[in-house]
């Protein structure tokens, strides 16, 4: 019982050791962003004594945060729609669907999630510049969305697949042909993991960087990432400037996470299938 109790104190002290060391950068970026530059130089880590707002307005002031805002969002929800609709029509017809090659075709797919962004950076902008595309945000869609399918066809392919063929077969007896059976059986029955994949899929285009950044040199296109980063060059000595801007860029993706916490769970849950 002594050693059980001991562990268990362990577990938690270690459990509680992580959270603080999650929480503290977010807490720091956040209290730092309402001070002025000089309490941010005699008190980094405390709360502050006179709250301001003057960092956000320097932000937006500044330079054109309002547009990188808009560009960000808009390629996310773009990247993120399309990556969703291709990977659940591969991971039906890669689950439910019998045709030559399939397994094939599957095995090829998945080595590509080991195949790192920046590798491929060198023949994806010699391709978009043949195609005229550079400076445009549909080269940086569909740069996105050919790094996010294979990920995203994975999950919505495993999950499919803890799906009973008996609820397919049904639809068919009542008339449902393969799209039908689509729309109105695993559409419904895959809202989890469709949103899962698409969480993960935002938080990693709304924080990305170099992609945007060699692709999108034009200023009215850059991203809020970009954006910043530039940013912090201009004001290097002014970090609670640069806090306060990386507190607007951090909040989108915490209220997504707070609305889709409980379908994260289950689509988490309910893509483990064991082969």
Same mark, same amino acid.
């Given at each position: 019982?002594?050693?059980?109790?001991?562990?268990?104190?362990?577990?938690?002290?270690?459990?509680?050791?992580?959270? #603080?060391?999650?929480?503290?950068? &977010? *807490?720091?970026?956040?209290?730092?962003?309402?001070?002025?530059?000089?309490?941010?130089?005699?008190?980094?880590?405390?709360?502050?004594?006179?709250?301001?707002?003057?960092?956000?307005?320097?932000?937006?002031?500044?330079?054109?945060?309002?547009?990188?805002? &808009?560009?960000?969002?808009?390629?996310?929800?773009?990247?993120?729609?399309?990556?969703?609709?291709?990977?659940?029509?591969?991971? *039906?017809?890669?689950?439910?669907?019998?045709?030559?090659?399939?397994?094939?075709?599957?095995?090829?797919?998945?080595?590509?999630?080991?195949?790192?962004?920046?590798?491929?950076?060198?023949?994806?902008?010699?391709?978009?510049?043949?195609?005229?595309?550079?400076?445009?945000?549909?080269?940086? #869609?569909?740069?996105?969305?050919?790094?996010? &399918?294979?990920?995203?066809?994975?999950?919505?392919?495993?999950?499919?697949?803890?799906?009973?063929?008996?609820?397919?077969?049904?639809?068919?007896?009542?008339?449902?042909?393969?799209?039908?059976?689509?729309?109105?059986?695993?559409?419904?029955?895959?809202?989890?993991?469709? #949103?899962?994949?698409?969480?993960?899929? #935002?938080?990693?285009?709304?924080?990305?960087?170099?992609?945007?950044?060699?692709?999108?040199?034009?200023?009215?296109?850059?991203?809020?990432?970009?954006?910043?980063?530039?940013?912090?060059?201009?004001?290097?000595?002014?970090?609670?400037?640069?806090?306060?801007?990386?507190?607007?860029?951090?909040?989108?993706?915490?209220?997504? *996470?707070?609305?889709?916490?409980?379908?994260?769970?289950?689509?988490?849950?309910?893509?483990?299938?064991?082969?």
């Amino acid at each position: 019982m002594k050693r059980k109790r001991g562990r268990g104190i362990t577990s938690q002290l270690l459990m509680i050791s992580l959270v #603080i060391v999650i929480i503290f950068p &977010l *807490y720091f970026m956040t209290v730092n962003s309402f001070k002025t530059h000089e309490e941010y130089v005699n008190n980094m880590i405390g709360i502050p004594k006179a709250f301001t707002m003057q960092n956000y307005i320097d932000a937006f002031q500044g330079k054109p945060f309002g547009q990188w805002f &808009l560009n960000s969002l808009i390629l996310t929800a773009a990247a993120a729609f399309f990556t969703g609709i291709v990977a659940l029509l591969a991971g *039906y017809a890669f689950a439910k669907m019998k045709f030559r090659g399939r397994e094939l075709l599957f095995g090829m797919i998945v080595p590509l999630m080991s195949v790192p962004p920046v590798a491929m950076i060198i023949p994806q902008f010699r391709i978009i510049k043949i195609m005229g595309l550079v400076n445009t945000r549909i080269s940086v #869609i569909l740069i996105y969305v050919g790094i996010m &399918l294979p990920m995203t066809i994975y999950l919505m392919r495993n999950f499919m697949k803890t799906v009973p063929d008996s609820l397919l077969d049904a639809a068919k007896i009542d008339g449902c042909n393969s799209r039908k059976a689509l729309l109105f059986v695993m559409v419904p029955l895959s809202v989890p993991a469709l #949103i899962t994949s698409s969480l993960v899929n #935002i938080v990693w285009v709304w924080n990305e960087l170099l992609i945007s950044l060699v692709f999108l040199q034009k200023e009215s296109l850059r991203t809020l990432m970009v954006g910043i980063t530039l940013f912090k060059g201009r004001f290097t000595l002014n970090i609670p400037v640069i806090m306060a801007g990386l507190v607007i860029a951090t909040v989108p993706i915490v209220i997504i *996470y707070i609305f889709a916490q409980k379908y994260l769970v289950e689509g988490m849950l309910a893509g483990s299938v064991k082969e």
